[in-house]
């Protein structure tokens, strides 16, 4: 999965347009501002990072769909850029402008983001891939939001129902699955995780994801019922993905 995927290309693409119009009006833009004014110099660009895990118990990633540009009121129709903000989803269940610190932090993890305010040129040789409103989990929402249409259709899946829920190696009686399986996961946990922001970018999904069909694999085999069924479900797992 690409930059465009993990932090949303929607956003990009309005900053690169934002860039191309400024400039044809012969002004540069500049998005480059004081720590102090981060709130003024930014867009609602809500993403993850590691580094701020004790300040948060999640970082919800999600792009403005909004235009860049407004009508300046009272001062003859002169276009302002929109402003931008980084924010982190807080124990209290609130987003919050990081602080210097963390803002400080964020570039420092993420430099491949950063480059985009820091040096707006860059969005002159950003790629965005064409969209198609067939696709399955489009990567023009922000990258939980395609994971869960993902995981939707997942889950509707033939024979998928195996996944739904954790092991209940009572009631199937047999009681070493957990010896076997040291690391357990079921789809059923993945949605849980995702609608509470439990992953910090899209490739922890994915590594859930294939950890439910490796564990089923581990423990029953290939050639079992249950592994055969298991294949199916990742086969369509693979398409939806790719």
Request: some cysteine; charged content about 25%; glycine content about 4%.
């Amino acid at each position: 999965m690409n930059l465009l995927i993990n932090y949303g290309a929607r956003g990009l693409e309005d900053l690169r347009k934002q860039q191309n119009k400024m400039r044809d009006k012969g002004r540069t833009v500049s998005l480059n501002q004081t720590s102090s004014s981060y709130n003024e110099a930014l867009a609602p660009l809500q993403t993850t990072q590691g580094g701020l895990k004790k300040q948060a118990s999640a970082i919800q990633q999600t792009m403005s769909n909004q235009s860049m540009f407004e009508k300046k009121s009272n001062a003859g129709g002169v276009l302002q850029p929109k402003k931008y903000i980084l924010t982190v989803l807080r124990e209290n269940g609130n987003y919050e402008q990081l602080t210097t610190e963390e803002m400080e932090a964020f570039e420092r993890e993420n430099p491949d983001i950063a480059q985009f305010w820091s040096d707006p040129s860059c969005l002159d040789n950003l790629e965005l891939p064409k969209y198609s409103p067939d696709v399955a989990a489009s990567i023009f929402e922000s990258w939980d939001l395609a994971a869960k249409k993902l995981l939707s259709k997942l889950w509707k899946v033939n024979q998928a129902w195996i996944f739904h829920e954790p092991v209940d190696a009572d009631k199937l009686d047999i009681p070493d699955y957990y010896e076997v399986v040291a690391e357990p996961m079921d789809l059923g946990t993945v949605k849980d995780k995702l609608n509470m922001n439990k992953y910090r970018h899209v490739q922890e999904f994915i590594d859930d994801v294939h950890l439910v069909f490796s564990n089923c694999i581990k423990y029953n085999g290939e050639d079992s019922s249950v592994g055969k069924m298991c294949k199916n479900v990742r086969e369509e797992f693979f398409k939806l993905y790719n």
